[in-house]
């Protein structure tokens, strides 16, 4: 079964700096892999995805994302980060051909002014 | 861009009674749309798939009758939590497949706001 590890419940920094978001997947093959973000009250929204070619996926409002296969790792970052971009962030895992996605538990990000 | 409707937003209901939530594509159908809970600190879990004009298919352990889905048209699909307990109380998110997405495997999926559902 696919799995996904958020290991950071909590993550605070201040306005400007960079941001790393940390996800982990099981799978047995490459899966389809998704970053969302949930602003409180508010509904998902796809910031990325990654399905295959190049590794460094580039998304909205800044945010890229990288797959590493021996890490099996698909972490989230950011240069500068924003006040705007304090939010619930969520990793997504889904089978190719297949249409189920599996969260991780996400990350709440909290920026200093 | 797509855009899906969840309603109500927050409810809070006695227990033993029932509360249905709607969940609308504004503008685009959906054939397929998708209902997940989410509990404190926890992920989404995904509890069913609803197929527009069939049975919905529900994850290995929801209850059919505790929460009922129908999704009647390309447009709606509602999720009825039948004798609600406390113990529903939760946060639940639906989202939808725009058929202009492409195919199903592309996820391109659209989600709704979310409704807060406590139970007293």
């Known amino acids: 079964a696919q799995s996904v590890t958020q290991p950071d419940i909590h993550i605070t920094v201040s306005e400007g700096a960079s941001l790393e978001l940390r996800c982990n997947y099981s799978?047995?093959?490459?899966?389809?892999l998704f970053w969302y973000v949930q602003s409180p009250g508010q509904g998902l929204q796809l910031l990325l995805k990654?399905?295959?070619?190049?590794?460094l996926v580039q998304g909205i409002k800044g945010f890229e994302a990288e797959f590493k296969r021996s890490q099996s790792s698909f972490n989230l970052r950011k240069p500068s980060v924003h006040w705007s971009d304090a939010a619930e962030y969520f990793c997504a895992v889904g089978p190719p051909g297949g249409n189920k996605l599996t969260f991780g538990t996400g990350t709440q990000l909290k920026v200093e002014l | 861009g797509a855009v899906v409707s969840q309603h109500p937003s927050r409810v809070i209901c006695k227990s033993g009674t029932s509360v249905k939530i709607e969940c609308r594509s504004l503008?685009?159908?959906?054939?397929?749309m998708f209902w997940y809970r989410q509990f404190p600190k926890k992920s989404l879990m995904l509890m069913a798939t609803?197929?527009?004009?069939?049975?919905?298919?529900?994850e290995q352990g929801v209850e059919k009758d505790k929460f009922l889905i129908n999704h009647a048209s390309l447009t709606l699909s509602t999720l009825t939590v039948t004798s609600a307990h406390p113990e529903d109380s939760s946060f639940y998110i639906c989202?939808?497949?725009?058929?202009?997405?492409?195919?199903?495997?592309?996820?391109?999926?659209?989600f709704g706001s979310g409704t807060r559902l406590t139970v007293v």
């Open positions: 799978y047995g093959a490459t899966p389809y």
């Open positions: 503008d685009f159908q959906a054939t397929t």
């Open positions: 990654y399905f295959s070619g190049d590794t």
């Open positions: 609803s197929n527009e004009g069939s049975k919905a298919t529900y």
């Open positions: 989202s939808a497949r725009d058929l202009e997405q492409g195919a199903l495997t592309n996820y391109g999926y659209t």
